[in-house]
């Protein structure tokens, strides 16, 4: 018998890892083709069937807020695709769970799962928005350069676009493509700080408003922008300098209780019987949990500024 729940616990083990290599070359595959699409540049078509593509799936809300949520975190997977990996992964917990501590130790399982899924998308996605601000405030200097050798604005943002990294040149292709298809560029600049929650995009949609209405020169404007960004991100850096030994003072202080507890919890059988047969001990177990958790983000939302 025991050599029966082996086997089986065996295979459901391999079941997992070829489902995650599976998942694994998708995602390879996917993210070769997304470096061969940037890597070649966009062409007035193109870019005219891109803002086709996007005006219609906003028009019809294909994507939805799961599929817009896992885009601004950068995750190149369908909501369909993505609900279906956790799903797998969340039944497997559950599988897993189940034999370990029955129906509560299942349940624990896909919570954990749907736990990690969400902590991974939303830092994914305030990992995204940071490297995006540092990479559009190198770029607002070029755009005034490009501006005062008489190009135009969306010009200079055609020109930047070839050559800028990932994934600022998804961003801009994007609002090129609005462009082509016929938004005016204020307005698809105003959405991609909407999409983004960039201060520096908006600020930019807000300038070129006002200087459509009023007039003056865009250089300036630009000028501007680069100098108040590039100030902003300094301010930002020695900021993150000094509240360095903060930061890692919570993880070793968050770290040190469930370390304490895991080591008696190994060494002292009657320690670990209370949480491990009581239904008071899992519930005791659930409460400290969710304070450390709360502890830690709390820690951290005091610990983060933002301008």
Aim: glycine fraction near 8%.
């Amino acid at each position: 018998m025991a050599m029966k729940g082996f086997f089986s616990g065996a295979l459901a083990f391999g079941v997992l890892l070829a489902a995650a290599a599976v998942a694994c070359t998708a995602l390879s595959l996917r993210l070769r083709q997304r470096a061969e699409e940037s890597d070649a540049r966009a062409s007035d078509r193109a870019l005219y069937e891109l803002g086709k593509r996007d005006a219609e799936s906003a028009k019809a809300d294909v994507e939805g807020p799961l599929g817009r949520m896992l885009r601004d975190a950068g995750i190149e997977a369908s909501p369909v695709s993505w609900t279906l990996c956790l799903g797998t992964v969340g039944a497997f917990a559950a599988f897993f769970g189940m034999r370990a501590s029955g129906l509560l130790g299942a349940m624990l399982g896909v919570g954990l799962v749907c736990i990690a899924a969400a902590l991974y998308v939303l830092r994914a996605r305030a990992k995204r928005r940071e490297l995006l601000s540092r990479q559009f405030v190198r770029l607002v200097p070029q755009l005034s350069a490009s501006v005062k050798s008489s190009l135009t604005l969306e010009r200079a943002l055609r020109v930047s676009a070839d050559h800028a990294p990932e994934p600022l040149r998804s961003e801009l292709m994007a609002v090129l493509a609005r462009v082509s298809y016929g938004m005016p560029l204020v307005q698809a600049l105003a959405r991609m700080a909407q999409s983004t929650g960039d201060a520096d995009v908006a600020a930019l949609a807000s300038a070129m408003r006002i200087q459509q209405r009023f007039g003056g020169s865009m250089g300036a404007v630009l000028d501007l922008i680069a100098e108040h960004a590039q100030g902003r991100a300094l301010m930002q850096q020695e900021l993150r300098s000094e509240l360095a030994g903060t930061r890692m003072a919570t993880v070793v202080v968050a770290c040190a209780m469930p370390a304490i507890f895991a080591f008696m919890f190994a060494t002292n059988p009657a320690f670990s019987l209370f949480y491990r047969e009581n239904p008071l001990g899992w519930a005791v177990l659930a409460g400290a949990a969710l304070m450390e958790v709360a502890g830690i983000a709390a820690c951290r939302r005091i610990t983060r500024f933002s301008y």
